[in-house]
């Protein structure tokens, strides 16, 4: 399993601004290693993202998104001390899902 997501929820006004570091290689599977073998592919395909129970994200991502992706977004209604949950999973059938809450 990944490293824990790191997650920074802030209100600005009546607007969330939320961050989410997520630590994943991301590799494409085109790159090679020091042998020459190919590394095989290993990246997220989809994150979802909640905000105070009401989905606000659901997307999907490729290999060409980089190593430990940061993602940033603004959600105009939550408010302070809502639950953020983000959650992805990728082509090996790896998940990861973290919670932070907006302060």
Known sequence: MA??????????????????????????????????????????????????????????TGPAVSRNPVFGFKVKGPKAGDKVVIHWEDNKGDKRTDEATIS
């Open 3 to 60: 490293d824990p997501m790191k997650i920074r929820a802030q209100m600005k006004g009546d607007i969330a601004e939320i961050r989410v570091l997520m630590s994943h290689p991301m590799e494409t599977g085109q790159r090679k290693d020091s042998n020459g073998k190919i590394i095989p592919a290993h990246h997220i395909t989809s994150i979802t993202v909640d905000v105070g129970g009401k989905r606000i994200i659901q997307g999907q």
